[in-house]
């Protein structure tokens, strides 16, 4: 059984668009530094 979790939009990371990675072109995935991964929109 597989669970997903659902963010509303205004609440996604505007860089990463709520994944909290980045995929790199060459290969991989490097953590989004703006939401620190978790995909959410940082409080200011």
């Known amino acids: 059984m597989t669970t ?3 963010i509303r939009t ?3 990371c ?3 668009g ?3 990675y980045y995929q ?3 290969g991989g995935s490097e953590t989004c ?3 620190e ?3 959410k929109k940082p409080k200011k």
């Open 4 to 6: 997903n979790t659902l």
């Open 33 to 35: 530094g703006c939401c």
């Open 10 to 12: 205004e609440e996604k």
């Open 14 to 16: 505007l860089y990463c």
């Open 37 to 39: 991964g978790t995909g």
């Open 24 to 26: 790199l072109l060459l």
């Open 18 to 20: 709520g994944q909290g």
